[in-house]
Nanobody, 114 residues
Framework: VQLVESGGGLVQPGGSLRLSCAASGFTFSSYFMSWYRQAPGKERELVASITSAGGSTNYADSVKGRFTISRDNAKNTVYLQMNSLKPEDTAVYYC????????WGQGTQVTVSS
């Protein structure tokens, strides 16, 4: 099982990034997928989630209207489009797959700074 995040980096406030998480080794289309983040000194928090077929999404209040989660089951990939980024969005972003078992990626760093 592998979850590989990519797309992180340094961006100025107000900018955008798109994170990707490529999955392998399990039946991706059967799994509930989420993005979490963890800032230095803080607990990991749920950012956004999407059901297996992509029909329903959920967002943390802090990112509603700015972030969009989506998935492509044909490509075994989940995305997080992040717009209007703020310094407080700075964190390591992790991809999570959940069904009867849960899997985590290694994380990708997002830094929002001028």
């Amino acid at each position: 099982v592998q979850l590989v995040e990519s797309g992180g980096g340094l961006v100025q406030p107000g900018g955008s990034l798109r994170l990707s998480c490529a999955a392998s080794g399990f039946t991706f289309s059967s799994y509930f997928m989420s993005w979490y983040r963890q800032a230095p000194g803080k607990e990991r928090e749920l950012v956004a989630s999407i059901t297996s077929a992509g029909g329903s999404t959920n967002y943390a209040d802090s990112v509603k209207g700015r972030f969009t989660i989506s998935r492509d089951n044909a490509k075994n990939t989940v995305y997080l489009q992040m717009n209007s980024l703020k310094p407080e969005d700075t964190a390591v972003y992790y991809c999570n797959a959940l069904r009867s078992l849960g899997y985590w990626g290694q994380g990708t760093q997002v830094t929002v700074s001028s």
